[in-house]
């Protein structure tokens, strides 16, 4: 019942104003993603190495991330449904083929963009330099797009299929929560390395 109560909230927010909904949306569950993330962190810790502890900075990086990101791939979703559609009749059966052009639509063109963003958005948000923003896309674009794209076609395909378009962005923002985890611990490697690096050159 409380459950069917929250998807109705949602569905009347998402009408009345699908931006705002989400980007809210979006940026709770990424948040949600990174407070995984740092919580994994500081579960499997070694031994010998002292516990981060949980970054709220980090965590509202995340948040702000999601909510840029979730509006845009709300209306990205919504071309996708009218370039694409699954069935020109309600009577006729699903189309795979559009189906297919969908989810390699996605992966081809949305998938690369959302990594540049991401990548250059924590970069700006970190206060990184140009040079350590240009190192973050050296080393983390190529590995995560390729993680990216072994991963995430399955879950687009069940998406565009079965999910409503409203509850599109919240279905993948749900699946996101792991792939959140992923990124936030590419990220905060990244970033320890160049910390280290930095601070390697300040001693000299």
Known sequence: MATLTIARAYQ???HTHPNYTLAVTGGTLNALGDIVAQVSQ??????????????PARTLRFFCLGSGMSPLLGRWNLFLERRFP???WRIQPISFRALSKRVA?????MAPIGLVMFIGSMGVMECRSPRQIHEKYADMFAPALLTNWKV??????INFRYMPLP????FQSTCGVFWTLYLSILNAKEDERQDREALQATVR
């Open 167 to 170: 509850y599109r962005i919240p």
């Open 86 to 88: 699954l069935r020109a």
């Open 12 to 14: 009347h927010a998402y």
């Open 152 to 157: 995430w076609p399955i879950a687009q395909m």
């Open 105 to 109: 639509a996605d992966q081809l063109i």
């Open 42 to 55: 500081n579960i499997f810790v070694k031994d010998h190495e002292p516990r981060p502890g949980w970054d």
